[in-house]
């Protein structure tokens, strides 16, 4: 069995070369303690249509939509959070995953709702 490095340059090389199949798990959040109880699960992957609350950084305390998802860089683009560019120009300001909480989860998608309580004894 091969040992992992835990030099942090080596953990940042892992995140920033890994294969694409591997990207969506790597964008998970925490969940609210209510989804947290409810679910029996600590994280989740994040997904356009999710509410989520910002934790950390000038937006702290913020609930949005979350708009779109950079699976390569880890960002999470939420509603209503932008950035004013020195042209004028708005645009929606990057979020890193790790500084999200999950509040709402969209559950529109059957696989979704079942990934989510597989092998769980979910409490309705």
Known sequence: MAKISSKPRKQRKILYNAPYHKLPKLMSAHLSPELREKYKRRSFPVRVGDVVKILRGEYRGVEGKVTAVNRKKQYVYVEN????????????????????????????????????????????
């Open 81 to 124: 959070v932008t950035m004013k560019k020195a042209d004028g120009r708005t645009l929606p300001r990057p979020i890193h995953v790790s500084n999200v909480m999950i509040v709402k989860l969209n559950l529109e998608d059957k696989y979704r709702q079942e990934v989510l309580t597989r092998g769980k004894e979910v409490v309705s």
